[in-house]
């Protein structure tokens, strides 16, 4: 069974914090990673995709992507009150697997 | 950035009748749909993926005969689910691929919820 883990949380950071969500997964033929935002009665949103080994940076979301330790990070520097959602981390694999998601509660 | 839209948002039906959902991509071709499927407290657990004009492939466990996928034109894809039981009542979303992408990444529409009574 091909699977992506993440700590279901809640995750609580005050506002202006960096937030840490993790992601771990199975397969290692998963060929990209993405980050999506749901807030609560909403589709999912797409964050960013990282698909090489590092970091890559956008606004105030960075993925990490380590592919030997089979492991997937988002970093959200300056969190805000609005950021409080859950966040899913999928593979790719040739369909996307979702992990069950990550509750975040940036308290003001 | 790509829109995906579904019509209805919310649906309310009496057990054993069929409700049809529509996915449309907006302002793309979208090669490929895909149908997900979410349960309160859950994540999204994809149902099926549909190709323009080919037959959907379910994921093992979705009943073929129940949820029905059209995917009759390159912006459209509509799920039927058919004699439905308030067991169904969830979620459903769906997503498209550009095809213009390496990376394979998915648009969603706002999704559907449906309650079976």
């Known amino acids: 069974q091909k699977e992506v883990e993440q700590n279901s949380g809640p995750l609580s950071v005050p506002e202006g914090a960096i937030a840490s969500l993790n992601c771990t997964y199975s397969?290692?033929?998963?060929?990209?990673f993405f980050w999506y935002r749901q807030y609560s009665g909403k589709s999912p949103e797409l964050i960013m995709f990282?698909?090489?080994?590092g970091d890559k940076e956008d606004g105030r979301f960075t993925a990490q992507l380590n592919k030997a330790s089979q492991y997937v990070s988002l970093l959200i520097r300056d969190s805000q009150p609005s950021d409080s959602a859950t966040y899913l981390c999928?593979?790719?694999?040739?369909?996307?697997?979702f992990g069950q998601g990550t509750t975040l509660q940036v308290k003001p | 950035g790509a829109v995906v839209s579904q019509h209805p948002s919310w649906v309310i039906c009496k057990s054993g009748t069929s409700v049809k959902i529509e996915c449309r991509s907006l302002?793309?071709?979208?090669?490929?749909m895909f149908w997900y499927r979410q349960f309160p407290k859950q994540s999204l657990m994809l149902m099926a993926t549909?190709?323009?004009?080919?037959?959907?492939?379910?994921e093992q466990g979705v009943e073929k005969d129940k949820f029905l996928i059209n995917h009759a034109s390159l912006t459209l894809s509509t799920l039927t689910v058919t004699s439905a039981h308030p067991e169904d009542s969830s979620f459903y979303i769906c997503?498209?691929?550009?095809?213009?992408?390496?990376?394979?990444?998915?648009?969603f529409g706002p999704g559907t919820r449906l309650t079976v009574l």
């Open positions: 997503s498209a691929t550009t095809g213009t992408s390496s990376y394979n990444e998915q648009f």
């Open positions: 999928a593979a790719y694999t040739g369909k996307l697997i």
């Open positions: 549909s190709n323009e004009g080919s037959k959907a492939t379910y």
């Open positions: 397969d290692r033929g998963s060929q990209s």
């Open positions: 990282i698909y090489s080994n």
């Open positions: 302002d793309f071709q979208a090669t490929t």
